[in-house]
């Protein structure tokens, strides 16, 4: 029997996870926020942000001013052993790589059903720190939902550890761009893998947009950019399949 999610969970935990996490940043960094203005209220919503650095989810959980949900992969193997024991204790929802998860599936679904927020970073990790093509479950998932979709753009965080090393604070940039979609095929119907790639560049098109040049890799207009960033599109679990 399928259990029903609800949307917001886990407030007491989380509210602790989020005032710690807003007292690291506080003595670490400083934040500059940009484009609060087209932050919506309430959801359903999809957030859609790049994905450079491990940190990227702990940005997001700083700055949001709503409940927040997260689909992850559910293995990190770019990030330190704790970011696990964090996902976990927030209550990600676990995505697993080279299958069609069912239920994850339909744990999204309901979060937006009951006006929930979501976010979900579509490159599907963080192997690279220029913008890569969106993985494919981002883009059935809006065209699944039809909600909303609020794209963002979170810079200066690769580096991270190294400049607190030397002593520096860290300057992050969090961009929230304008709210876009729904999303819908050409024909109305379920859309293929070709036409979910070009839902995904769409998506990635709008992070792009909130990215300084130097991270746009092959959404930027620059073809020495785009060149540079050959290789950071294969993706690295192409033929791994978690259980």
């Known amino acids: 029997m399928t259990t029903t999610i609800r949307y917001p969970r886990r407030r007491v935990i ?3 996870l989020k005032t710690g996490i807003a007292a690291a940043f506080g003595i670490l960094a400083d934040f500059e926020i940009e484009g609060r203005e087209n932050i919506p209220s ?26 927040m949900e997260f689909m992850g992969g559910a293995q990190t193997p770019n990030a330190p052993g704790a970011v696990g024991w964090l996902s976990k204790a927030f209550g990600v929802i ?14 999204a679904e309901e979060i937006l059903k009951q006006k929930g927020v979501l976010a979900i ?10 913008l890569r093509p969106a993985r494919p479950g981002t883009a059935f998932l809006a065209w699944r939902t039809k909600a909303q979709i609020l794209p963002v753009g979170l ?5 991270f550890f190294q400049r607190i090393k030397f002593g520096q604070r860290v300057h992050v ?13 050409s024909d109305g119907s379920r ?3 070709e036409e979910l790639d070009e839902i995904g560049h769409d998506i990635m098109q709008h992070i792009s947009y909130l990215l300084p040049p130097e991270r746009q890799g092959f959404y930027s207009p620059d073809p020495a950019i785009r060149n540079a960033a050959l290789g950071t599109e294969i993706y690295p679990w192409a033929n791994l399949s978690e259980v």
């Open 173 to 185: 940039k969090v961009k929230f761009g304008k709210p876009f979609g729904p999303v819908a095929a």
């Open 14 to 16: 989380r509210k602790i």
């Open 121 to 130: 970073f579509p490159e599907g990790g963080s192997w690279a720190q220029v």
């Open 191 to 193: 859309p293929g893998r």
């Open 94 to 107: 676990p995505t697993y790589r080279g299958t069609g998860s069912r239920e994850t599936l339909q744990n």
């Open 155 to 159: 810079n200066d965080l690769v580096g």
């Open 42 to 67: 309430m959801g359903p919503l999809l957030v859609v942000a790049n994905h450079f650095h491990f940190l990227d989810p702990l940005a997001l959980i700083h700055t949001a001013p709503w409940p």
